[in-house]
């Protein structure tokens, strides 16, 4: 365990150059030493990232970006490209601004990557991430996970629990993802809920679903060897093809008088699994998008 030094302690990195990968533009991403984070303002950490996950959505920003990249400065963080990919990440407090009181250096984080400007409506209203004004870190501020170091607020942060690993930690984002998918489908304990999509977001939506009190899970997925990984789990999930000519049957025939699930979850990011989710819903039931459309 490294040395902790108190809470507000304020310190910079001493001149290190850090090794980070950047975003330039469409399928030119750049590995080069850059200057790491300045001594962190008064509420603000820098985060020694441990472990860093790659989302589709960073994925989409090398096929095809810029698309959340911001290209001019943007008015919350004044970032725009090339900046450091990455917003699912966990790692180690290097040093605390003198404002900071919840935290200490050597403490075990995860992030929160919506950067939100404090007394935006949107944000006051509990739905900052729908502002104009919201940054995301890895996207829309100069320093991601894809870097040795990170800056974020003190509020962008959480505490790994003992029991939760620095690798567990780097998918609390995307579990935060799957689990707002379920909650705002108000699934009630019993209910029978779909998910279209068995990559990481549709697993851990399914896994959200089980924890949510399902009994029933079915999920899509048209890659065989997709559906072979997540059959080998063995986590109880009904595990079908969405291309087979009676996948419908299948998903209608064991609900309530046939009438559909009562919640469907789009996480496969294409207009078919969009367009399952809307058919095979129950009427007065909830579709939830996590993927995104292309």
């Known amino acids: 365990m490294p040395a902790r030094r108190p809470h ?4 910079d990195l001493g ?19 850059i200057d790491p984070p300045a001594a ?20 989409h920003e090398y096929l095809d970006g810029p698309i959340f990249v911001s290209t001019r400065p943007h008015p919350l963080t ?49 739905i900052g991430h729908i502002s104009d004004t919201t940054a995301l870190v890895g996207l829309s501020s100069a320093y991601g996970g894809m870097g040795e170091y990170a800056v974020l607020p003190q509020d962008n942060i959480v505490k790994l629990p003992n029991g939760v690993s620095d690798e567990q930690g780097a998918l609390f984002e995307p579990m935060a993802v ?9 699934l009630d304990a ?52 969405p291309t087979a000519t009676n996948f419908g049957n299948i998903v209608l025939g064991p609900t309530e008088e046939g009438l559909g699930v009562d919640v469907a979850v789009e996480c496969a990011g294409n207009e078919r699994a969009l367009a399952d989710c809307i058919r095979l819903v129950r009427r007065g039931g909830t579709s939830s998008a996590g993927g995104h459309l292309r």
């Open 8 to 11: 507000g302690a304020e310190r």
């Open 15 to 33: 001149g290190k150059i850090m090794k980070a990968l950047r975003f330039h533009a469409a399928r030119d991403l750049r590995l080069g030493d």
């Open 40 to 59: 962190p303002e008064p509420n603000d950490v820098i985060v020694a990232v441990s472990h860093c996950g790659i989302c589709g959505t960073d994925i």
């Open 78 to 126: 004044g970032a725009s490209a090339p900046l450091v990919l990455g917003h699912e990440f966990s790692g180690r407090i290097a040093a605390v601004g003198r404002g900071v009181s919840r935290f200490s250096e050597g403490d075990r984080v995860a992030i929160i990557p919506h950067l939100n400007k404090p007394g935006d409506y949107f944000v006051r209203c509990g």
């Open 178 to 186: 799957a689990v707002n998918a379920i909650d705002r489908g108000d």
């Open 190 to 241: 019993g209910g029978t809920v779909l998910v279209t999509g068995a990559g990481p977001i549709g697993v851990l939506a399914a896994m959200a679903a089980k924890a949510a009190g399902a009994s029933r899970v079915v999920v899509s997925e048209a890659n065989p060897a997709r559906r072979r990984r997540l059959e080998s789990l063995e986590l109880g999930y009904e595990i079908v093809d």
